[in-house]
C-alpha cells in the first residue's frame, strides 16, 4: 500500500461565536447582501441560502448569528426577517436638500470601502458641512468639486452623527470649464475608450464607461461629447 500525504494546507471549519444581533439590510446583490448592524458602524455579509422565510428586501430589520469564516472573515447566518420597523439605525429626513460638493469621489472607488467625500449646504443655522459615503451616491461616475446635488439628512441612531443621503447630481460644475471632443476609439470589452479634444490637437483622454452620466446611452465612435478633465478620471 502506498501512503499518500497531502501538502495543501487545511482549511478549518467555520466556527462560530454564537452572538445573536440584529440589522437592516442595506445592500442586496444576486445571491448575497449587506446588513447594517445596529450594535455598531460595520455592515456584514450574508448569503441568501441563510435567510430562514420568505425573500430579503432592502429596508428589512433582520435578526442573526455572527459566524467566523475560515479566512478570519465575519458573516450572517440563520438570518430571521423579522416585523418591519423593529430594528431603526438611521433617522432620514423627509425634506430634499441642495448643496455643493467640496470633496468628491471617483468612479474608481470600491464600494466596499466606503469611500468618504463632503458637501456644503445652507442649513436652518447657516452653512454646515456633511460627509457623505459611496453608498449613498446615487450613480457610478465621478462627483468633483464644484457639482450641485440633492440630498437628505441623515441621523445615526448609534452614534448621533449626521451625513448626506440619497445624494444625486443636479448640475455638474463648470470650474474648470467642460471639454468638448469626438469619441475616437473604444475598448467595450474592458469598458473604456478615448475622446479627441476639439480644442486641444491630437490630445487623446481617457475614458471610462462608469463614467457616462446617461446610463442608457452606448458611446460609438465619432459620437461628439462633453466632459470634464481631472487627473487620472474623467466625466
Not at 444625486?168 to 470649464?177: A, I, Y
Amino acid at each position: 500500500d502506498i501512503q499518500v500525504e497531502s501538502t495543501s494546507p487545511v482549511k478549518k471549519p467555520p466556527s462560530s461565536n454564537g452572538r445573536v444581533c440584529r440589522g437592516v439590510i442595506k445592500d442586496l446583490r444576486e445571491r448575497f447582501g449587506f446588513i447594517e448592524r445596529a450594535d455598531l458602524q460595520s455592515r456584514i455579509f450574508f448569503h441568501f441560502s441563510e435567510i430562514h422565510r420568505g425573500e430579503a428586501r432592502i429596508g428589512d430589520s433582520v435578526e442573526f448569528v455572527i459566524q467566523e469564516q475560515s479566512d478570519g472573515r465575519l458573516c450572517a447566518c440563520n438570518v430571521d426577517v423579522l416585523p418591519s420597523g423593529t430594528v431603526e439605525v438611521e433617522d432620514v429626513g423627509k425634506e430634499k436638500r441642495s448643496g455643493v460638493v467640496i470633496d468628491g469621489l471617483d468612479s474608481a472607488r470600491n464600494l466596499d470601502d466606503g469611500v468618504q467625500g463632503w458637501l456644503r449646504y445652507e442649513g436652518d443655522e447657516g452653512a454646515k458641512k456633511l460627509p457623505f459615503c459611496d453608498r449613498d451616491f446615487e450613480g457610478s461616475f465621478s462627483l468633483l468639486p464644484g457639482d450641485q446635488v440633492q440630498f437628505r439628512c441623515c441621523l445615526d441612531l448609534r452614534t448621533y452623527e449626521e451625513k448626506a443621503v440619497e445624494v444625486s447630481l443636479t448640475k455638474l460644475s463648470t470650474d474648470p470649464p467642460r471639454e468638448q471632443g469626438i469619441v475616437c476609439a473604444l475598448k467595450e470589452a474592458q469598458n473604456y475608450g478615448f475622446v479627441r479634444c476639439v480644442d486641444s490637437g491630437d490630445i487623446r483622454v481617457f475614458f471610462h464607461f462608469n463614467e457616462i452620466l446617461n446610463s442608457r446611452y452606448m458611446p460609438e465612435v465619432g459620437d461628439e461629447v462633453e466632459f470634464s478633465v481631472t487627473d487620472g478620471q474623467d466625466q
